[in-house]
């Protein structure tokens, strides 16, 4: 049991009003006119985000799938564990078994929740969802166009050992590694 | 010693050319045409980040500083590690020791660096340098106008089993504290 938080203020921006002011292809971005806590008024500019899954898949007990693709705005490789976005509409757990599929060409008989995580609270909308997934069987992957990336199998003990090297600096991946490392049970 | 990582496959896209499609008053979005690696043409959209710092400032071996503040973007108030965003120029320990100043009050006596992180490589290139902060000293803070957050101590094992509940979800925070408790030792 954890200690009770602290007593805590109310810091509540409110919304005024709110703006589309970029309509990309991939990102939207809007500003809103907001009223302080104190009463004065400001602007908060952020992405708008559909929200986002992302899988640790159990080959075995100790072995994972991860992968490896190039990261434009970063302009190079990253090795991550298996994520991808929601549709319009879709249940994250939906959303978690199509990008197992498209990407690393798995089905898993098992699915479970893990955890929930919020990536980029200061400019960004987006959630994301953990799952694990587990009694893996492959039915080959299906990458969008455009969309290069491999996967391959991984003991967990040498994925969190590229964690403590530097060698996976994901943020979302150093959660789903080092939480089921610290907390992680296969369920029933 | 890790394992060594599997042979990999070149994915790098190559800048065809860059715009900037807009330049907020928080946000900058480019657009690059790129070239894939399979020859074909695409584009990608991301955010142009500053880089960020975020720190673990010990009170005492098991207790650090945490703070408490409302995120717009998700219209909730999040539990974070102090942390702020590089200015133009600053050298990222400068940028922690001031942030650390403004926003906790504090300065220490002594710092180190931890690690390193990107925390949202699909669209941004943002980077955060994770630091270690020790021997504190009170200055009192000097938040910016509009800023508001609270700061309040917590011991380390107390903060982890808020990442198990849920409770803290912030990524950056999340990562900075199951690294430490992994990993974390005090330099000499």
Redesign the interface.
Known sequence: ???K??A??D???TTVSSEL??D????K?R??A?R???G?D??????VHPGAVMMLAFKSDDTILLE???????HR????LPAGKLEAGEAPLNTAKRELVEECGYEARQWWKI????????????V?HLYGARDLHHVGAKLD??E???T?E??IE?A????????I????T??GL??W???GRFPE
């Open positions: 049991m954890a200690a938080l602290p805590a203020s810091f509540t921006e002011v970029y990309g292809g991939l990102l971005v500003r809103d907001v302080l806590p104190d004065h400001a602007w908060r500019e952020y992405i490896r693709q190039f990261r434009y705005p970063k490789h990253f090795i991550e955890a929930t995580i919020d990536p980029s609270i200061g400019y960004s909308t987006e994301i166009a455009g290069h990336l491999e391959f991984a003991k040498d969190l050992q590229w964690v403590k090297e530097g060698v600096t994901d943020t979302k150093t959660f080092l939480w490392d610290k907390w």
